[in-house]
């Protein structure tokens, strides 16, 4: 029975969900090889959008009114530099000495005020050398945005666009220090996230209690299977039963039943939960690869050997199946109607290459028996598709079980023009699965320990 939960306080609460949030940070950064820090951007009708941008308008107005003034004020505009000022010092490494030197000098705005007192402030000399100083620190990807500040020669718009470009370098410094962090972190991250959520377990006993129930599942499967494979004589309870279930197959196999999940009906185990989108986004990516498997399938085997070398077709088929399957996670999606018409755009790339290589096209038969077999793949029943899928599970299970050595499993028959794809898909997905295992390790090892005593 699960451990019933204690009373905890909202310190405790505060405290523990910064420290989920930053693990999941941090394993953001080390699974995503692409994580990059992005600007927030407010929906478009929304109220804080609406806020922010009377409060900008507000405070830019009366900026451009001061310099208009005779003669102007520039309490704004120095307010305005200072933090210019601040920004291009932050941008600085301990070596950048004579740019520290040239910064404070030229935006001394103690010295700025006193001309601008005596009438003496040269504005638009200090903004030139702001945007030339940008220029030098800035990533080579802003050149341009640099580039067009020259062209902008009214103060006003002008501060604006200094800003926003220094918001741009900000972003590169922080994605720098990501990625320069990336290494070191790759180290600390496992035992990191492992600390965090022994924390977490501590407060909650019962945080396992889906992990417990996925891995006894997974390893139910699994004596069921090799209770099927025996002869019936050692199913009867006969000396020389199936051996002992391996720890590690159980943990793959149950890795292998996230890409079957129900997503909407059933949560997921704690310990997967950080990648719950991820092994959803693979899942998704492995039902249109089916589809697209099963309709290459059927094609070549209705077109013959005719089709089968001549290169290029299999990609314009993979393409027009991946067109036509966007949006397949969706509700609205209806699959037997994008089937159909799979089926006319195949069969019409069909005969047109026949045509084009000299061979005969289909006739009218043969067109809607090809018809007929790719709107039959949107049945859950389809001999061909549980073929196919039953192989792609088979191949992912071998990837996983071969995941430390050198050599990789070889495609199962009937998946070559898909094999690019999927073997992207399974290099990603083992990469994950390594990841979590490698985290939780003494997790499941505690879980399994027990499950397999009673096994």
């Given at each position: 029975?699960?451990?019933p939960?204690?009373p905890?306080?909202i310190?405790e609460?505060i405290?523990?969900a910064?420290?989920?949030?930053?693990m999941?940070?941090?394993?953001?950064?080390?699974v995503?090889?692409?994580f990059?820090?992005?600007?927030?951007?407010l929906?478009?009708?929304?109220?804080?959008?609406k806020?922010r941008?009377?409060v900008h308008?507000?405070?830019w107005?009366?900026l451009?009114?001061?310099?208009?003034?005779?003669?102007?004020?520039?309490?704004h505009?120095i307010?305005?530099?200072?933090?210019?000022?601040?920004n291009?010092?932050?941008?600085?490494?301990?070596?950048?000495t004579?740019l520290?030197?040239?910064?404070?000098?030229?935006?001394?705005?103690?010295?700025?005020?006193?001309e601008?007192?005596?009438?003496?402030l040269?504005?638009?000399?200090?903004?030139?050398?702001v945007?030339?100083m940008?220029?030098?620190?800035?990533?080579?990807?802003?050149d341009?945005?640099?580039?067009?500040l020259?062209d902008?020669?009214?103060i006003?718009?002008l501060?604006?666009?200094i800003?926003?470009?220094?918001?741009?370098?900000?972003m590169?410094?922080?994605?720098f220090?990501?990625?320069?962090?990336?290494?070191?972190?790759?180290?600390?991250?496992?035992?990191?996230?492992?600390r965090?959520?022994?924390?977490?377990?501590?407060?909650?006993p019962n945080?396992?209690d889906?992990?417990?129930?996925?891995?006894?599942?997974?390893?139910?499967?699994?004596?069921?299977?090799?209770?099927?494979?025996?002869?019936?004589?050692?199913?009867?309870?006969?000396?020389?039963?199936?051996?002992?279930?391996c720890?590690?197959?159980?943990?793959?196999?149950?890795?292998l039943?996230?890409?079957k999940w129900?997503?909407v009906?059933?949560p997921?185990p704690?310990?997967v939960l950080?990648d719950?989108i991820?092994?959803?986004?693979?899942?998704?990516?492995?039902?249109?690869?089916?589809v697209t498997?099963?309709?290459?399938l059927v094609?070549?085997s209705?077109?013959?050997?005719?089709?089968?070398?001549m290169?290029?077709?299999?990609e314009?088929?993979k393409?027009i199946?991946?067109?036509?399957l966007?949006?397949m996670?969706l509700?609205s999606?209806?699959?037997k109607?994008?089937?159909a018409?799979i089926?006319?755009?195949?069969?019409?790339?069909?005969?047109?290459?026949?045509?084009?290589h000299?061979?005969?096209?289909f006739s009218?038969?043969?067109?809607?028996?090809?018809?007929g077999?790719?709107?039959?793949?949107a049945?859950?029943d389809?001999?061909?598709?549980?073929?196919?899928?039953s192989?792609i599970?088979k191949?992912?299970e071998?990837y996983?079980?071969?995941?430390?050595?050198?050599?990789?499993?070889?495609?199962?028959?009937?998946l070559?023009?898909?094999?690019?794809?999927?073997e992207?898909?399974?290099?990603k997905?083992?990469?994950?699965?390594n990841y979590?295992?490698?985290?939780?390790?003494p997790?499941?090892?505690?879980?399994?320990?027990?499950?397999?005593?009673?096994e």
């Amino acid at each position: 029975a699960a451990s019933p939960p204690r009373p905890v306080s909202i310190e405790e609460l505060i405290e523990t969900a910064k420290g989920v949030t930053n693990m999941a940070l941090a394993h953001e950064i080390v699974v995503n090889g692409d994580f990059q820090i992005k600007p927030a951007e407010l929906p478009e009708h929304s109220l804080e959008k609406k806020v922010r941008d009377i409060v900008h308008k507000a405070f830019w107005d009366c900026l451009e009114a001061q310099l208009k003034e005779d003669p102007p004020t520039y309490d704004h505009a120095i307010k305005l530099l200072g933090e210019i000022k601040e920004n291009l010092l932050s941008f600085l490494l301990p070596g950048h000495t004579r740019l520290r030197s040239q910064i404070t000098e030229v935006l001394d705005l103690d010295l700025i005020k006193q001309e601008a007192e005596n009438g003496a402030l040269d504005i638009s000399k200090l903004v030139g050398f702001v945007i030339g100083m940008m220029g030098t620190l800035c990533a080579p990807a802003r050149d341009e945005e640099i580039k067009k500040l020259k062209d902008i020669h009214e103060i006003v718009p002008l501060f604006r666009a200094i800003f926003s470009v220094l918001d741009l370098m900000k972003m590169d410094m922080a994605n720098f220090a990501v990625s320069s962090i990336r290494p070191k972190l790759m180290q600390q991250s496992a035992e990191y996230e492992r600390r965090k959520f022994q924390e977490f377990l501590e407060k909650q006993p019962n945080s396992l209690d889906l992990v417990t129930r996925w891995l006894q599942e997974a390893a139910d499967d699994l004596a069921k299977l090799r209770g099927e494979m025996l002869p019936s004589h050692c199913r009867d309870g006969a000396t020389g039963g199936a051996p002992a279930l391996c720890p590690t197959a159980v943990q793959n196999q149950a890795y292998l039943k996230l890409l079957k999940w129900d997503h909407v009906n059933r949560p997921f185990p704690e310990v997967v939960l950080m990648d719950q989108i991820r092994f959803q986004e693979i899942q998704l990516e492995l039902e249109q690869l089916l589809v697209t498997g099963t309709v290459l399938l059927v094609t070549f085997s209705a077109a013959g050997p005719a089709l089968v070398d001549m290169p290029g077709f299999a990609e314009k088929i993979k393409t027009i199946v991946k067109v036509l399957l966007t949006g397949m996670h969706l509700p609205s999606f209806n699959l037997k109607e994008s089937l159909a018409t799979i089926g006319e755009k195949v069969c019409a790339e069909v005969n047109s290459c026949l045509s084009q290589h000299g061979f005969t096209p289909f006739s009218a038969e043969r067109e809607t028996v090809l018809k007929g077999q790719i709107q039959a793949v949107a049945n859950p029943d389809n001999t061909i598709c549980k073929l196919i899928d039953s192989r792609i599970q088979k191949f992912l299970e071998n990837y996983l079980a071969s995941s430390h050595q050198k050599s990789l499993p070889a495609i199962p028959g009937g998946l070559g023009p898909i094999q690019r794809e999927l073997e992207e898909i399974a290099v990603k997905y083992v990469r994950l699965v390594n990841y979590n295992k490698m985290v939780f390790s003494p997790y499941y090892d505690a879980v399994l320990g027990k499950i397999l005593i009673k096994e």
